[in-house]
């Protein structure tokens, strides 16, 4: 058996999600829902697969491949005249010598297909619910002439009408189908997804609870509460007090900040979504949200609503120019203490200027592509994320630290920088955590344990810090860290009746 998958232009009806991506390369669970289709249609033994592309072909290219890590062969057919597709099925070979398979990537019925690939006639699968035809159809050999003669849909239409009309074809009624035709669908889609409706499908993750699945490296606030069914992708985050679910779907590199609401919906990828939201019955691609039920697309341009993460090279230039201006204004303050520190490591014997190779971050996963940057800091001793704060950590590493910020290497405040050897050496998901973050010269562990005078768990400190990290966290850090270490002091001396120094 010969699968054809038709991948149609953009519809309207999809309110502007085909413009980022073909509807059939949307997330649907784990994966997007492309990959469902083929997994179910190699399930049910077709092997060969021509697919007929007419909008974002090098996407859809890029992420199947050549079907060999399902076991199946694919070859890709390019429409050079938009929606006249169809007059491709006259160059694949096969189609006179074996009963072939005509599906879109746009929906898919799901029933066992296979019971009909021995038919003698064709056999058309009309939706159940909405009556029309789902656009898959069993042809045995050769039966394509009528079909390629039209070239389009609509001519595809009425050649299928025609044979069942004519009584040469056969009508098979089904109940479900894995669609994407429209927003509405696509989330219905979900929601049996979610229901365990399509035993045949599988989602990816640990299901820690009946109806949650949750994938590596994901960060949820205590606070948040998740109600069943809810698929997280990996390395997304969830804000102090998001509710999240029935029938959630966030995809992976997701952001849900404090107080936000998503029932119903579907976050894809790369997505943030801002504070105080409620999603309900929609779809947010990015800075792009689409209600299903209002029928009604809009793309959001504040970004403190929605946004777009990918965007965030962009935005973390603009955040580490102000840093940098900032660092080259505490070094002109401070120049006095550094002009001190300078002259200590230079009297002093058992101390010197050193510097430690860091790992720059964000970075990929593969330790073949990491960038590193000299960090200079005061001490005898090799450098390590692990060393204590207080003032010998201002002097030996904030003060010589500075340098780097201003040079735009590092963060005022982040996770503690790592040397290519301290990262290697963390467990896989701490990894994980740590490669998609941002180092800094103040930490919350430092500032923790200022403030509480033991050294907090690293692991927690730093997911809790990623998972609620924004420059309003970061500048809180700092004032805490600056009080930490010249108010506190004076303000517990006073209310001991002694000076500090005493």
């Not at 049910?44 to 992420?63: D, K, N």
């Not at 050649?159 to 009584?167: C, N, R």
């Not at 990929?364 to 592509?369: A, I």
Request: charge should be negative.
């Amino acid at each position: 058996m010969i699968g054809v998958i038709v991948f149609p232009g953009p519809d309207e009806a999809a309110y502007g999600l085909a413009e980022q991506m073909p509807l059939s390369l949307l997330p649907l669970g784990d994966r997007p829902v492309i990959q469902h289709m083929i997994e179910f249609l190699a399930h049910q033994g077709v092997r060969q697969f021509e697919l007929i592309l007419e909008h974002s072909p090098e996407q859809v290219e890029q992420y199947l491949g050549d079907g060999t890590r399902w076991g199946c062969r694919f070859r890709y057919h390019l429409v050079s005249q938009p929606g006249r597709g169809y007059r491709l099925l006259s160059v694949i070979a096969g189609l006179e010598k074996e009963a072939w398979l005509l599906a879109h990537a746009d929906q898919l019925p799901y029933i066992p297909l296979a019971d009909y690939f021995n038919e003698t006639q064709p056999v058309a699968f009309f939706d159940g619910e909405a009556g029309g035809w789902t656009g898959t159809a069993i042809f045995p050999a050769g039966r394509i002439d009528d079909a390629v003669m039209q070239g389009s849909r609509a001519g595809l239409d009425a050649h299928v009408a025609a044979l069942i009309a004519g009584k040469a074809g056969r009508v098979v009624q089904v109940p479900k189908s894995i669609s994407v035709k429209t927003p509405a669908a696509l989330l219905q889609t979900q929601r049996d997804l979610l229901d365990r409706t399509f035993a045949d499908l599988m989602i990816g993750g640990n299901e820690n609870e009946r109806g949650v699945w949750i994938s590596r490296n994901v960060v949820i606030h205590p606070s948040a509460h998740i109600t069943p069914p809810v698929y997280l992708g990996p390395n997304c985050r969830l804000g102090k007090g998001a509710q999240i679910g029935p029938y959630a779907v966030i995809s992976g590199n997701c952001i849900v900040d404090a107080h936000t609401t998503v029932e119903d919906s579907l976050i894809t990828s790369g997505s943030y979504v801002g504070e105080h939201l409620e999603l309900r019955d929609s779809i947010v691609s990015r800075n792009l949200l689409v209600n299903a039920r209002l029928e009604t697309g809009v793309s959001i341009q504040e970004s403190f609503l929605l946004g777009n993460l990918a965007d965030s090279p962009h935005r973390s230039w603009l955040g580490a120019a102000a840093e940098a201006l900032a660092a080259i204004f505490l070094i002109v303050l401070l120049s006095p203490l550094i002009l001190l520190l300078t002259l200590y490591a230079a009297i002093a014997r058992h101390v010197e200027f050193a510097v430690a190779e860091i790992v720059q971050t964000p970075a990929g996963g593969n330790s073949q592509s990491w960038t590193t940057y000299r960090l200079p800091f005061v001490s005898a001793a090799p450098w390590s994320a692990c060393a204590p704060g207080g003032w010998k950590s201002l002097f030996t590493r904030f003060l010589p630290g500075l340098f780097a910020v201003a040079r735009g290497k590092i963060s005022l405040v982040g996770l503690p920088p790592r040397t290519r050897e301290e990262v290697n050496g963390l467990p896989k998901d701490w990894q994980s955590l740590y490669l998609n973050g941002k180092a800094g010269l103040i930490t919350e562990a430092t500032v923790l344990e200022q403030e509480h005078g033991m050294a907090p768990d690293a692991y927690l400190t730093e997911a809790c810090y990623c998972a609620t990290r924004n420059w309003k966290h970061d500048l809180g850090l700092f004032a805490r860290y600056v009080f930490s270490l010249f108010v506190r002091p004076h303000f517990e001396a006073g209310v001991q009746g002694q000076s500090p120094a005493d």
